[in-house]
């Protein structure tokens, strides 16, 4: 198993800022892709930002500009910094891998999502 753990979200006035931050654990081999997804209320989730094991980054229309995605490979931690935000960045961020993970002698592909962390964006 590979677990992602979240922290970070909080309630931040319009214009603020904040960091998330996404560290997983488990029998990791290694992780292709780390992500942000969210998911406001009566909404389908979306894809905000993700990053590969090198470095490339793919950002939402939305969230271009104020958003930034990093990641650092020795920790298996991904980061969200988010700035300029707006009420309509209210939602529940959840964190996303893919990867190898190793059991016993073998390895098997996983992809696993964190708990989830909410972002309140209100005055």
């Known amino acids: 198993q590979v677990q992602l753990v979240e922290s970070g979200g909080g309630l931040v006035q319009p214009g603020g800022s904040l960091r998330l931050s996404c560290a997983a654990s488990?029998?990791?081999?290694?992780?292709?892709?780390m992500g942000w997804y969210r998911q406001a209320p009566g909404k389908q989730r979306e894809l905000v930002a993700a990053?590969?094991?090198?470095?490339?980054?793919n950002y939402a229309d939305s969230v271009k500009g104020r958003f930034t995605i990093s990641r650092d490979n020795a920790k298996n931690t991904v980061y969200l910094q988010m700035n300029s935000l707006k009420p309509e960045d209210t939602a529940v961020y959840y964190c996303?891998?893919?990867?190898?993970?190793?059991?016993?002698?073998?390895?098997?592909?996983?992809?696993?999502w964190g708990q989830g962390t909410q972002v309140t964006v209100s005055s």
């Open positions: 488990g029998s990791i081999f290694s992780i292709n892709a």
């Open positions: 996303n891998a893919d990867g190898v993970r190793e059991y016993g002698s073998s390895w098997y592909p996983f992809g696993s």
């Open positions: 990053i590969t094991s090198g470095g490339s980054t």
